[in-house]
């Protein structure tokens, strides 16, 4: 069974950093687009970072120049290192595994929370 298991989540103040892994088991995460969302209370769940299986990063306006997609295939896992947050980037942030084909998510992990606040 495919599992997505995100950590690192937590909170942090206003200007801080944190780092979210999402350890992958069974699939290959080099034949996967793997992607970070979020989820805000209210709001849908939105994409903020993809690592494409060609080796390509596309971040969200909202936090390019601040955030960091990136993979080690040895370890299964993808990160996101979080610097400079804010208190709107406070919501789930969800580990995804898209079809490079079709870009539809194939698998979700199970979320982790990220509260930004003094």
């Known amino acids: 069974q495919v599992q997505l298991v995100e950590s690192g989540g937590g909170l942090a103040q206003p200007g801080g950093s944190l780092r979210l892994s999402c350890a992958a088991s069974i699939i290959r995460i080099n034949d996967y687009v793997m992607g970070w969302y979020r989820q805000a209370p209210g709001k849908q769940r939105e994409s903020v970072a993809l690592?494409?299986?060609?080796?390509?990063?596309v971040y969200a306006d909202s936090v390019k120049g601040r955030w960091t997609i990136s993979r080690d295939t040895a370890k299964s896992t993808v990160y996101l290192q979080m610097n400079s947050l804010k208190p709107e980037d406070t919501a789930v942030y969800y580990c995804?595994?898209?079809?490079?084909?079709?870009?539809?998510?194939?698998?979700w992990g199970q979320g982790t929370q990220v509260t930004v606040s003094s």
């Open positions: 690592y494409t299986n060609g080796g390509a990063v």
């Open positions: 995804s595994a898209n079809n490079p084909r079709t870009s539809r998510v194939d698998f």
